[in-house]
Structures are given as C-alpha cells and as structure tokens.
C-alpha cells in the first residue's frame, strides 16, 4: 500500500469519529495526536471554537517523555490535572482515528485516574 493511499484512509478514520464526537463548553472533546517524536493533546470547545487546556511534549517540563505509552502517560496523568484544574470534569475523548490501545489507551487510562469521566 502506498503512502498516499495509507493517509487518505487515516483520514477518512479522523473524519468519520469527527462527525460523531463533538465538544460543548459542559463537556468538551479532548483530542490526542501521537507524532513519532511527541505527544500533543487539546481539550477543545467545538461550540465556541475555542482551546480550553493543550499540552505537548514541546513544552520544557516533557523534553525527556518519549512518544511511547509511558510517556504517554506521565503528559495524560499532567493533562488530567490541569483539566480539573480548569473546572472539568467529564470530557469526550478523540482517538484521531487510532486504535484503543498501547499509547491511546495509556494516555486514556491515565485521565481516568486523575478524575475525570468519559
């Protein structure tokens, strides 16, 4: 399979979870998007088309987190707390057209223990 055959299907995985899943103020949709060098994640209001809480693995304090499910995990168990500290307290999750398991699914498990529900 090509490479451009590979990305229109993972595209096409994106938006057919997107005309399904969508954030309101109340209960907004995280987004996580696993690169092969970072870890990025949103809690999005789609109503409003605004960004509530975002975290990367750019950012100074997860230089040294890999894109593996450990990673994956130290930025879910950071990005569940700062949620919560901005008032949230049940989310909707956006895989971005991934499968539930190894990173998505560390980074999943690990906003459950901070609290929050999905």
Not at 1 to 13: D, P, S
Not at 62 to 78: A, M, R, Y
């Amino acid at each position: 399979m090509n490479l451009q055959k590979k990305r229109l299907l993972a595209q096409k995985r994106r938006w057919r979870i997107r005309k399904k899943v969508s954030g309101t103020s109340v209960r907004p949709r995280v987004a996580v998007r696993f690169t092969n060098k970072n870890v990025h994640a949103q809690c999005i209001d789609d109503e409003n088309s605004n960004t509530l809480v975002s975290i990367s693995t750019n950012e100074a304090d997860f230089k040294s987190s890999l894109p593996n499910t450990t990673g994956s995990q130290i930025v879910g168990v950071e990005f569940g707390k700062r949620i919560k500290k901005a008032g949230i307290e049940t989310i909707v999750f956006d895989r971005s057209g991934r499968k539930y398991h190894g990173c998505v699914k560390a980074f999943a498990e690990a906003l459950r223990e901070q609290g929050l529900k999905f």
